[in-house]
Structure formats: structure tokens, C-alpha cells
């Protein structure tokens, strides 16, 4: 199968770094706010709950963010496979998919002026961007196994403590996004997180030869936790 172009499976990742920027503006935002000094104000409870709002949202634009990279990871990288090895992909995650991934007639008609790989190029996106998503490193290592990237590696390079940080991401993610629980998070850890996940997607990049202006404007991307 033919690959797309370089540019144009590239352009993906700008939505990941769109949403990098959200989440260290989210971050800036709950700093921002001014907790009242008097404890048994209305406003205090008021004022760290809305810090703890923000802080969460953070959270689940963090997880979003790694969630794409990777779709948008699968998307550039699978269709270099060979059509062998992209049959055994998309039969790893095909128990995933709760839609009918059959083309009925009509459908086909619709794409008559299109090519085979077009339609495939399609499906398979539609597929990655709606039944696939990543709730534990375990399924992010056989993900990138699937592409040859060795999780290992990246691990020995970057550090065991990045690591541990985008799993406990992750968790706080589902506690967020599904318990409506913010109750846990601080503008420090947040960003810790952020700065793991910041460190992973740009050794990832870096593992996936993305050009040079995607590397740039990651490490511009920062999560030091400067006043505000």
C-alpha cells in the first residue's frame, strides 16, 4: 500500500500540540485564582473549586493529547506497513470496534471516482479515531510494538519516573473524566505531569524522525511551573 505524503500525515500532530497549549494555559489559569485569606468565606470554597475544575480539565486535555499522538502516530506509520503486517494491526484491535467496517454497495458508489487505497486510508482512520484509546501503558507499549517502536528504549532514555507520571496521568484522568474528581490534583503535580508527558511525546518524535518544526515548537511547550 502506498503511504500518504509526509505533510500531510504530519499536519495530525499540530492538533496534539494545540492541545498541550490548552492544557498550560488551563494550568496558568487555576494559579491564577485568588483564594481568600478568611476560611470560613463562601468565596474559599467557591475559589478552590474552581481551581480544582480547571486542574482537572488540564488533566483530560493532558490524556487527550497522548491519545492523539499516538492515533496520529498509528495514522503515519501504518500505512507504511506492508499489507501483511497492516492486516495483523488492524486484527490486534479489531475485537475493539463496535462499528460494521463492511462498505455496502451504495457506499461504494458514493466513492466510484476514488482509489482502493483512498477508501482504506479512510476506513482505517475512522476506525483509530473511534474505537481506539489508551488507558494504561501496557496498551501503549503493544501499540507502538506494532510500528517497531521499543517502549524499553525510550524507557532507559528518558527514565522510570516519566513513566510512572503518564500512568498515574492516565488514572487521574479516569478519576476525573468518570468520577467527576478533581479533589486530588495541585498546580505542581499538574504540571510534573505535563512534563513527563512533554518528555515522552518528544523522545517519541524524535524516535519517529517528525520534522524538525514539530520538535521545536514541543520544546517550546513548558512545564516548569513559572509564577503567573
Not at 492541545?19 to 489559569?29: G, K, P
Not at 488540564?58 to 493529547?65: R, S, Y
Not at 476506525?127 to 501496557?138: A, E, G, K, M, R
Request: glycine share 4%; with cysteine; proline share 0%.
Amino acid at each position: 500500500m502506498k503511504a500518504k505524503t509526509t505533510e500531510l500525515m504530519e499536519e495530525e500532530f499540530q492538533y496534539t500540540l494545540n492541545n498541550l497549549w490548552r492544557a498550560r494555559r488551563l494550568v496558568d489559569l487555576s494559579k491564577g485564582i485568588k483564594i481568600p485569606k478568611e476560611t470560613q468565606s463562601d468565596l474559599l470554597g467557591a475559589a478552590k473549586e474552581t481551581q480544582s475544575d480547571l486542574l482537572g480539565a488540564a488533566v483530560v486535555f493532558l490524556h487527550a493529547t497522548l491519545e492523539e499522538f499516538l492515533r496520529g502516530v498509528a495514522l503515519r506509520e501504518w500505512f507504511k506497513l506492508d499489507d501483511e503486517n497492516l492486516k495483523s494491526a488492524l486484527k490486534r484491535y479489531a475485537r475493539l470496534s463496535s462499528r460494521n467496517i463492511k462498505i455496502s454497495l451504495l457506499d461504494l458508489v458514493d466513492k466510484r471516482q476514488e482509489s482502493i487505497e483512498s477508501i482504506i486510508q479512510q476506513e482505517v482512520e475512522s476506525f483509530l479515531y473511534q474505537d481506539i484509546s489508551f488507558n494504561s501503558l501496557d496498551e501503549i507499549e503493544k501499540f507502538l510494538e506494532l510500528i517497531k517502536i521499543s517502549v524499553q528504549d525510550i524507557r532507559k532514555e528518558i527514565g522510570q519516573e516519566h513513566f510512572d507520571n503518564i500512568q498515574s496521568l492516565i488514572r487521574k484522568r479516569h478519576s476525573v473524566a468518570h468520577q467527576a474528581d478533581c479533589s486530588q490534583l495541585d498546580f505542581n503535580q499538574t504540571l510534573v505531569l505535563g512534563k513527563s508527558l512533554l518528555v515522552f511525546l518528544t523522545r517519541l518524535s524524535e524516535s519517529l524522525s517528525l520534522n524538525i518544526k514539530y520538535g521545536e515548537e514541543l520544546k517550546n511547550i513548558s512545564f516548569k511551573g513559572e509564577e503567573v
